[in-house]
């Protein structure tokens, strides 16, 4: 059984990332939430226009178009508006971050039910769901947004305003299929990451610098580059010797013997051979693969060598334990400020930019805006500027000096020009890319627009005309594996699997498995109780070719989401704690400490401890939750 996310949901539901550390809050009850509610993850929150319930209570996720009037959720309007609300920042929707994220919640549930990529009926789980994974933080960014106690500890800031900016984005998502990623930039600003290296931290949004992430134990610790066991990966996405990333962390590698698809499987000492890992060749053997361990590299004459320190003689990089040859001398990594020509040359903490090793500019810093990582997180290149700045978002028909500033999805910096001699920039206006417009690629243009590269300018889409998302298509037309604009197929045609919904007509359908094997034709995903050949409705389950309730204590887990259950604690059929994308599993109860879990949702006392038992079939233990 597998519940497969559509359309829409789809988009967002696997941008969700769990950070590494959240709150630990004691266990909600009237005793302890008198002047509150409790939330679906145990927590008190104080009742404001998305967080509704007083005594204690269950708190209720109040929809957007409604106020929290005493305790009860009231359609807005009936005697309390959004400016008059009892939460923080005086009611808004986007006033503090808890307001944010429940507001976040409920939009979104509501603009996929809108757009036909939710049963109306699950509405009030989606939005459940969604405010127990808010506590992991909810990935708009390549590490996640903060969790809700980093925000309230000081360890991330929030801006209400661009927390607004984010809602409104939401509000104004297309349903035909246009980036969903670009839409939702501007939720990427609502949060700033506070914590420099060595610092405190609980997840690893709160990390300023983006070669760093949030490790250490579970209720202390601190921003470092990682790479060590049960530590997260690198920012490279490596961990040191002899541990292999695997899902963001770093686990020790496969032993020799064990089952592989590939040698990614297998780790940076073995390689897979026969669907089985094979350790690697060392000094003195054969490498007719061209491949050593680690430490050894494979000469011209096809046998492993060791290494070659500091100082001795080369032909290649590879040859040295540095992997930097230079002059005929395997040599050091260069520090920051030194002259560079290639990647191998300097330190990893300074990547060569424009011929010399530079570390990602700080607010003001000189930056290339062609070049990745040339500013720290949290910032980006000026185009026109040319300097490190901070996040803003540029609503559509206000001037702007970067696209990467324009709010609203497909919006580009219309007519900007950059000056690079030390003339004068001329700003643009954040609007829609228009044919004819200037492009460096298919994403600098509008929709149903591609970039011509001959004339490198928008031109418009046409049949079979290159694209590199279906945004670049005409709206009849989907974007193939092949980057080229295919016809949508019809209801009941046979479609295209690897595009699902993109390469359906009509909205709500999407490309699914059928009866024959290898076919896949355009329908509506099944519903509960209808007849189903592995996917169904978010919420539902196929469980023996029939979809069945899921995401309640007793019932199948909702498989598409981080979280599994709306209630309870979702576990394998033996017993351990299932992970995301794990398979099936059943929502039990919240567990007693000691016991196997997957989320702090998951256990009596609130807290999951992850660091207890990274690699086993568990990915926590329940334990006393922190001071």
């Known amino acids: ?113 809108q757009c036909g990529s939710l049963a109306a009926s699950t509405q009030a789980d989606c939005a459940a769901l969604l ?94 580059p990682g790479g060590n066991l049960g530590e997260a990966c690198k920012s490279d996405g ?15 590698e496969p ?36 491949q050593c361990l680690p430490e050894a590299y494979c000469d011209g004459t096809r046998v492993c060598r060791a290494k070659k320190m500091v100082g001795a003689t080369c032909v290649s990089s590879p ?52 070049s990745f990582g040339n500013c720290e997180r949290s910032l980006s290149c000026d185009d026109a500027l040319r300097t490190c700045q901070p996040f803003t978002s540029v609503m559509t028909g206000q001037a702007c000096s970067s696209t990467r500033s324009c709010a609203g999805g497909l919006n580009v910096c219309r007519n900007l020009v950059v000056v690079t001699d030390g003339g004068m920039s001329q700003a643009g206006t954040c609007g829609p890319a228009q044919v004819g417009d200037p492009c460096r690629g298919n994403s600098d243009c509008g929709v149903a627009q591609h970039c011509d590269m001959a004339s490198r300018r928008c031109a418009a889409a046409g049949p079979a005309s290159p694209c590199s998302s279906s945004n670049n298509c005409r709206t009849t037309d989907y974007c193939t594996s092949r ?11 046979v479609c295209d699997s690897a595009a699902s919904s993109e390469s359906c007509a009509a909205m709500g359908e999407s490309c699914l498995p059928t009866a024959t094997p290898g076919q896949s034709r355009c329908q509506r995903v099944p519903e509960l109780g209808q007849p189903c050949f592995g996917t169904c409705v978010p919420f539902s389950a196929c469980v023996n070719g029939t979809c069945v309730a899921a995401g309640r204590q007793g019932q199948p887990c909702v498989d598409s989401f981080p979280v599994g259950c709306v209630t309870g604690e979702c576990l394998l059929a033996d017993g351990g704690a299932k992970g995301f994308g794990d398979g099936d599993g059943t929502c039990q109860p919240p567990r007693a400490n000691g016991q196997a879990c997957s989320s702090d949702v998951g256990c009596q006392s609130g807290f999951c401890d992850r660091v207890a038992t990274l690699f086993s079939s568990t990915l926590g233990v329940c334990a006393a939750a922190c001071p």
């Open 1 to 113: 059984m597998r519940a497969t996310p559509v359309s829409l949901l789809t988009g967002l539901v696997f941008g969700f990332v769990l950070a590494t550390f959240q709150a630990c809050p004691a266990v909600c009850s009237p005793a302890t939430c008198a002047t509150g509610c409790c939330d679906t993850a145990g927590r008190c929150q104080q009742s404001g226009n998305f967080t509704c319930g007083t005594n204690g209570g269950r708190c209720a996720a109040c929809s957007v178009s409604e106020s929290c009037v005493g305790g009860t959720c009231s359609p807005t309007g009936s005697g309390a508006g959004p400016a008059g609300g009892g939460g923080a920042g005086g009611g808004s929707a986007a006033g503090s971050y808890s307001a944010f994220l429940t507001s976040f919640a409920n939009a979104y549930c509501q603009k996929a039910v």
């Open 131 to 224: 405010v127990i994974v808010r506590g992991y933080g909810i990935g708009f960014g390549s590490s996640g947004s903060p969790s809700e106690r980093s925000v309230a500890r000081g360890a991330s800031t929030y801006d209400a305003a661009q927390g607004q900016a984010c809602l409104a984005s939401v509000a104004a998502l297309s349903c035909d299929r246009v980036g969903l990623s670009a839409n939702l930039q501007a939720c990427t600003r609502a949060t700033t990451p506070a914590v420099a290296a060595g610092g405190a931290c609980f997840g690893s949004a709160d990390c300023s610098d983006r070669t760093l992430s949030c490790n250490g134990a579970a209720c202390g610790r601190m921003c470092t």
């Open 238 to 252: 490596t961990c040191n010797v002899p541990f292999l990333c695997r899902s963001g962390l770093c686990q020790p």
């Open 255 to 290: 032993a020799p013997g064990t089952s592989c698809t590939s040698s990614f499987d297998c780790g940076s000492r073995a390689m897979c051979t026969n669907n089985r890992c094979a350790t690697l060749p060392g000094p003195g053997q054969s490498c007719p693969s061209f």
């Open 319 to 370: 040859e040295c334990e540095t992997q930097r040859c230079a002059a005929s001398v395997c040599a050091a990594r260069l520090p920051a400020g030194s002259t560079c020509t290639g990647f191998n040359d300097c330190v990893s903490t300074a990547p060569c930019q424009n011929g010399r090793c530079t570390p990602p500019g700080t607010t003001g810093q000189p930056c290339d805006p062609q």
């Open 483 to 493: 980057n080229l604009c295919a016809t949508r197929a019809a209801a009941g045609q």
